[in-house]
């Protein structure tokens, strides 16, 4: 699959798209195929190492808001299928995020009836 990352800390132009392995949910988690991603100036502020001491290892993925269908759920994962529409925050524990084709999530909630998939993936920062 094709994912934003980087391995360096730096301007923008440090981020590449790079093929990576597909990720596989672990317990409690979800992946989703996504369909939006919202990239905001917290992804700007990993990028450049302001956070450096806060993240897992280099190389690192970007973007955090994500909307998509669900099409795979990690052990124990209730209350949601396969082909739901989802957004929420994208997993920040491996070299991949929500800037990628597929995203793990820890959590997330039903796109409601009407919304798009690029309104969706906006709501999470702007709802903080």
């Known amino acids: 699959m094709k994912a934003l990352q980087f391995d360096r800390f730096g301007s923008p132009d440090v981020i590449v798209l790079r093929e990576v392995p597909k990720p596989e949910p ?42 998509g269908t669900v099409d795979a759920l990690g052990e124990g994962v209730t209350g949601v299928q396969i082909g739901d529409r989802v957004f929420g925050p994208a997993s920040f524990d491996g070299p991949t995020a929500g800037a990628a084709e597929y995203a793990l999530m820890p959590a997330w909630a039903r ?16 709802a903080a």
């Not at 369909?35 to 917290?42: S, V």
């Not at 796109?111 to 702007?126: H, K, N, R, S």
């Open 111 to 126: 796109i409601p009836e009407g919304v798009t998939a690029e309104q969706a993936a906006a709501l999470p920062m702007a």
């Open 26 to 67: 672990g317990p409690g988690q979800i992946r989703i195929a996504v369909r939006a991603c919202g990239l905001t100036p917290a992804d700007w502020h990993v990028a450049d190492g302001l956070l450096a001491d806060h993240l897992p290892p280099l190389p690192r993925g970007l973007d955090l808001e994500v909307a």
